[in-house]
């Protein structure tokens, strides 16, 4: 099949998207890289009648160093982390998920902003960044406002944007120089998505313990305080810390009723930290 016909633009402003994605008249639709809007629209299962492509706003190619965050904009490429064209003060968590995303056709084109607006519950960036404590910042007619990444996400396929917003840039906090993380994901062939996640970092030096079950039915789940499950880093071994049998129960009181998917969900986790003390 072939889209339906629309009409195209391509602005070089934020303010001139955020205008165009406000007018009341026709459905509109922001494109970037494209990799999940290009599919619905051949299928047809959107069909706007603007397309605004995004691509040319350098505002949202932009990465930015503050003191103890990095501010990276919407519009930046999965293969850019993964070659480290953004420096990179996670200790390695972003480019290693980055070089696990899909393919490198599809990591070449893919934008961060545009993965984690989808909403993916089994895509990457929402479960790591989920760990990592990242933000996202969205601008629309009313102004900007900032949001937890695990806030933006409301359920699969389903982001937090109010009326004429659009998601402009990600902030990533610095990790300390003992922090730890780990990420697994369970796939049955490389490049699909995956059916369990498990993530954590652990940050002794700003008293961060975090642990997230990704690629389930909905939003992740995230434990801002994982110390009862993971610990908090100090532990020379941090396996020594894992607690199964409550990061099942966990998983089983946010709904996850499945057993087979609750076993698969906890041996991501485990396996995650297991990788943490094998690097």
Known sequence: MKPVNFDYARPAEISSAVALLADDTRTVKLMAGSQSLGPML????????L??????????????EESDVIIVGACVTHADFEDRR?????RGAMPSVARGIAYRAVRNRGTIGGSIT??????????????LGGKVTLQGPQGSRTLAVE??????????????????????????????????KSCRKTGEF?????????DPERNVSRAVIGATESRPFVVPDARHLIGDGVAEKLS?????????????????????DRRSHVVALRRAIEQAESS
């Open 51 to 64: 397309i605004v492509d995004i691509t040319g706003i350098a505002a949202l190619r932009s990465v930015r």
């Open 86 to 90: 953004v420096p990179d003060f996670t």
């Open 151 to 184: 806030d933006y996400m409301l359920g699969a396929l389903e982001a937090d944007l109010r009326h004429g917003e659009m998601l402009v840039s990600v902030t990533v906090p610095k990790l300390g120089s003992r922090a730890r993380w780990g990420y697994y």
């Open 118 to 131: 989808h909403a993916d519950p089994s895509a990457d960036w929402i479960s790591i960044l989920s760990a």
């Open 194 to 202: 995956a059916h369990a996640i498990g993530a954590f970092l652990v």
């Open 42 to 49: 051949n299928m047809r299962l959107v069909q706007p009648d």
């Open 240 to 260: 020594d810390c894992f607690d199964r049998e409550a990061v099942a129960k966990m998983i089983e009181d946010r709904g996850m009723s499945d057993e087979i």
